[in-house]
């Protein structure tokens, strides 16, 4: 559609070079081209630029992480960040917006630092997978006075060996696309709350949601301490 309104726009440019025009014509040409522009513009923006990813879902995501940090830590606390390149998960980028946005909205909640992992891999990294244990515990040794730490890359799963070079067992909030690693975790108290792929069925929402919130409430579900029990024996991330 964009090639056929540049045909004609230069149609219009070729019929001015050949047959002189009056004033009149001339702004009638103009305001016709700019007409053109306009369309091609609004074509490009509507049809060619829009995210391919469900950007309300990815909203949804970040503001259930929020809500979760903001609840375990009680307003207040300094949190470190995992996550991965924005430019090359841009769904992550948008999960981060929202967890900035609602967390500017509680002064007692401050970002300590966020880490990118190297994520050359895609087939390993994505949202809601990729952290392995031995990089969460050197995440943790290393900020000792994170009080929570929120991971848009999964969960770790934490070897016996692991855990106990721990140098301390923060709040963890993780984003998780499966159960797995999900039970060890919550029996060793190492995560706090969940936000994992749905695996309880019917789901709550059903047709088309219309809020971020009811989008992730139909993909996903939290789980903590108190419902962990309810998480498959097995599971795979």
Not at 53 to 68: M, P, R, T, Y
Not at 72 to 91: Q, R, W
Not at 92 to 108: I, S
Request: net charge positive.
């Amino acid at each position: 559609m964009i090639a056929a309104i540049q045909r004609f726009a230069g149609a219009l440019i070729a019929i001015a070079d050949f047959h002189p025009m009056k004033p009149k014509n001339i702004l009638i040409a103009a305001g016709s081209l700019a007409v053109i522009a306009g369309c091609a513009w609004w074509i490009w923006r509507t049809q060619f630029n829009q995210p391919k990813f469900n950007v309300a879902l990815h909203v949804g995501l970040g503001q259930a992480l929020a809500d979760e940090t903001v609840r375990a830590l009680n307003s207040t606390g300094k949190v470190v960040l995992v996550t991965l390149p924005s430019g090359a998960f841009p769904e992550l980028g948008v999960q981060m917006a929202q967890f900035k946005k609602v967390l500017a909205q509680h002064p007692g909640l401050s970002i300590k630092e966020t880490y990118e992992l190297e994520a050359d891999d895609k087939r390993k990294y994505n949202f809601g997978s990729g952290l392995t244990g031995r990089r969460y515990v050197r995440l943790v040794n290393k900020n000792m006075s994170a009080a929570g730490f929120v991971s848009f890359v999964g969960v770790p799963e934490l070897a016996a060996k692991e855990l106990a070079e721990l140098k301390k067992v923060p709040v963890l909030i993780a984003e998780a696309r499966s159960t797995g690693k999900l039970k060890q975790l919550f029996e060793q108290k190492a995560i706090h709350a969940a936000i994992v792929g749905r695996f309880e069925y019917p789901t709550p929402i059903k047709g088309t949601p219309t809020t971020p919130q009811a989008w992730v409430e139909q993909r996903f579900q939290i789980v903590r301490a108190e419902n962990a029990a309810s998480l498959p024996a097995d599971g795979g991330e």
